[in-house]
């Protein structure tokens, strides 16, 4: 019997990757009215910064998703002052990416539905803590949250066991009592997999390619799946 629902955040929450783009093109705006800085030019200062910090710390480490220190090592690489810019620019894409963030339709009523049905709702993410718990702020389901476990916290990156192990802990129950959901393959369902939970892959902004269809779900104003594993 599942007791536990654990979702991931972007792409699955909301639409990360249409926010993204908006906060991103604030960004190349900022970039060229304040730092005089192509569009191009910024581009490629930032991949090659993330790049490096990729190649220094490896992709397990929550730092590398950490947009101010992006910034403030593309400033130096650019011969910018840090200051104001780096914070500007730290604000200036957060405060856009949320003022366009909504929550997928019928995610608000399906997390009610959870919780009048008893059941443990939890968060297991990539990222840093305070900008994840912004999202969940901003797109209205903060109240809904029993746990939040970060890739900060846990000190690894999804898929990596002991951050599924810490939302396992957090809740207090067993892997086969757990449902986890995601939009990444490779993150999120294989890590859910492997730590013996169930899962199921959001499929709204992935192909899902390497999942059975049995176990993808397109909206959450369709309970079908929910109601199979006896949730609903």
């Not at 000190?155 to 802990?169: Q, S």
Request: hydrophobic fraction near 35%; glycine fraction near 6%.
């Amino acid at each position: 019997m599942i007791k536990a629902v654990f979702f991931d955040i972007d792409d699955t929450l909301y639409s990360f990757r249409d926010t993204h783009k908006i906060a991103m093109e604030s960004l190349y705006k900022y970039a060229q009215e304040c730092l005089h800085v192509d569009k191009d030019t910024f581009c490629r200062t930032l991949k090659e910064v993330q790049d490096k910090l990729i190649e220094r710390l490896g992709e397990n480490s929550a730092v590398i998703h950490n947009r101010l220190i992006r910034f403030q090592n593309v400033l130096g690489l650019l011969g910018k002052p840090i200051h104001p810019y780096a914070r500007e620019m730290y604000s200036l894409y957060w405060d856009t990416l949320l003022l366009y963030a909504v929550p997928e339709p019928g995610l608000r009523e399906l997390l009610q539905e959870l919780k009048a049905q008893g059941i443990y709702i939890g968060i297991g993410t990539d990222m840093t803590s305070y900008i994840q718990v912004k999202k969940l702020e901003k797109l209205g389901v903060a109240e809904f949250i029993d746990c939040i476990v970060t890739s900060e916290e846990a000190g690894v990156e999804k898929p990596e066991k002991e951050l599924f192990d810490l939302c396992l802990e957090k809740a207090g129950l067993e892997p086969r009592e757990c449902l986890f959901i995601g939009d990444n393959c490779r993150k999120d369902i294989l890590g859910a997999k492997n730590a013996g939970m169930y899962y199921l892959c959001y499929c709204k902004y992935c192909d899902c390619v390497d999942v059975d269809e049995r176990y993808c779900i397109k909206s959450y104003e369709d309970t079908a799946k929910f109601e199979e594993l006896g949730i609903l």
